[in-house]
């Protein structure tokens, strides 16, 4: 039995996540997906599209992990926070037209998410959504 607690052991994942650590965040995917993956199943009803959340948050908790605060709040409530923040946004861009709904594999199908990842408007077939996103 590991002696560490839960939150220790997450908050030791998120510090190694800062540091750009892949195996770290391999490791919190697989500690937090299932119970982060309901959340977003709650947030956005539609299985499918919390499968894109959860992509898109946990890009995010790669690039935020340094902002992360064990003082302030639960490893746990705070990754649900960042998902529950990407079903939102995921949410109004539908709502709005913006962005891409359909995902384009081998290629940036979360563009519209703000990571603006270099490869749609360089692609045939891009949507025009993806097109107008890159930069």
Same mark, same amino acid.
């Given at each position: 039995m590991?002696?560490e607690?839960?939150d220790?052991?997450l !908050? *030791?994942?998120l510090?190694?996540?800062?540091l $750009?650590d892949? $195996?770290a965040l391999?490791e919190?995917?697989d500690l937090?997906s ?15 599209w919390a ?5 898109e948050?946990f890009?995010? !908790? @790669?690039? !935020?992990? *340094?902002?992360?605060? *064990?003082?302030?709040s639960?490893p746990m409530?705070?990754?649900v926070?960042?998902?529950r #923040?990407?079903?939102?946004d995921?949410?109004?861009?539908r709502?709005?037209?913006r962005g891409?709904r359909?995902?384009w594999?081998? @290629?940036c @199908?979360?563009c519209?998410a703000?990571a603006?990842i270099f490869?749609? $408007? *360089?692609?045939?077939g $891009?949507?025009?959504?993806?097109? #107008?996103?890159?930069?």
């Amino acid at each position: 039995m590991n002696p560490e607690s839960p939150d220790t052991q997450l !908050i *030791a994942l998120l510090d190694r996540v800062a540091l $750009a650590d892949e $195996a770290a965040l391999r490791e919190l995917y697989d500690l937090t997906s299932a119970k982060l993956y309901g959340v977003a199943v709650r947030v956005v009803s539609n299985r499918e599209w919390a499968e894109d959340v959860l992509q898109e948050a946990f890009l995010n !908790i @790669w690039r !935020i992990a *340094a902002d992360y605060k *064990a003082t302030l709040s639960p490893p746990m409530a705070w990754m649900v926070l960042v998902v529950r #923040s990407r079903g939102l946004d995921f949410l109004r861009r539908r709502t709005s037209g913006r962005g891409c709904r359909r995902r384009w594999p081998g @290629w940036c @199908w979360w563009c519209a998410a703000g990571a603006l990842i270099f490869c749609a $408007a *360089a692609r045939p077939g $891009a949507p025009t959504a993806c097109r #107008s996103w890159t930069t």
